[in-house]
């Protein structure tokens, strides 16, 4: 989406990348290199910050060859847009509420093309017992989820082994396990999503001292969040 910050009419994933028009696929490359060394967690930097970086670059790619050659990039574009498709047919089936997103400078400019950069952002599961057969599918189909933020479960019939697969979904930022049959064993998920930025398990069986020690986690966190142009 385009920043009004001092008039700046460049969409946000080409200010983050601190580049400027004309833009180049080589420039976007060596822009993303150079940046990827500090946001990278092994350099300091986190795993929000880096995947901000990542999802810059992966949208000025989509917007380079988007406009070079409009008709091979929807060929690029169609086996992402059915694998998304089909998850979602089956999340649906689950029960779960889908939430989704599209490439806003695609929305506002070329309208019906923006659909096949649909994303799934949200997933919502209310009190069904088929919890752990659907996280099971996510993590099997996790490619397709990579930019889920969202995960909401509340009151549904989950286990602390199937919370812990749900390590392969680093770029949450919120988990609603509200109400759940859950034990503290599930909450080891907070250390292995480290930039999980809020935990509801408010109606479950976790007592009132571990849910203070998760809730002051998560102030720090927020705290210590870096601020990124996807903020």
Known sequence: MPNSRNNDTRPDFMIALGLAPPYAAEDVKAAYLLKAKQAHPDHGGSVKEFNALQSAFDQANKYLEFRSDRRQWIANQMADYLAVGEVVSRLEEFGAEVTSDAIDWLKRSFGDFAQLTETITAIRLVDSPQADEMIAYMVEHAKALGQLSRLELPGCQVSDQAVLQLEAFQQLDHLDLSRTPITADA???????????????????????????????????????????FN
């Open 187 to 229: 909450l080891w998920i907070v250390d292995a999503i480290l930039d999980l930025e809020s935990i509801n398990i408010e109606g479950t069986r976790i007592g009132w001292w571990t849910r203070r020690k998760v809730r002051k986690v998560m102030e720090r966190r927020q705290e210590t969040k870096p601020v990124t142009p």
